[in-house]
């Protein structure tokens, strides 16, 4: 898991609730992640993710950011900036999720960890949400 801190991310009207899911679609983005943490707009960009039917008509600077950012509220919700949020491995917070201390290399680079229970309901929301079912 990651935690994300600073920036203006939140909740800009209302929200009670978000779940923010992140690609990191170069690997320099993701390599000082590995280092220690990312900061959003310095270290490397960060935009919206495209989705549906308009996707592919999405803008060339958001297909050139490095990291696409898809979010779902629960609640009102108007949006949420990330710009200058500082991302880092949330080492408690995997701790707790794999009963044990995971590095973020053992979670990005290998992929070999079985998914958590607790984890298989987000993975089965992701899949579906990526399948467009």
Avoid: C, W
Wanted: overall charge neutral; charged content about 25%.
């Amino acid at each position: 898991m990651i935690s994300i801190t600073g920036g203006s991310f939140g909740f800009q009207i209302g929200g009670q609730e978000t779940d923010v899911v992140m690609l990191f679609m170069t690997p320099d983005s993701l390599k000082h992640l590995l280092r220690d943490k990312v900061t959003l707009g310095v270290d490397a960009s960060a935009a919206a993710g495209p989705k549906g039917r308009d996707a592919s008509a999405d803008t060339t600077a958001t297909m050139r950011s490095e990291i696409l950012v898809y979010s779902r509220a629960r609640g009102a919700f108007a949006g949420i900036s990330l710009q200058g949020a500082v991302l880092r491995p949330d080492k408690d917070a995997n701790q707790n999720l794999y009963s044990r201390q995971v590095d973020v290399r053992e979670l990005v680079e290998k992929g070999d960890l079985p998914i958590p229970e607790p984890a298989r309901k987000f993975v089965q929301s992701v899949s579906q949400a990526s399948s467009g079912k």
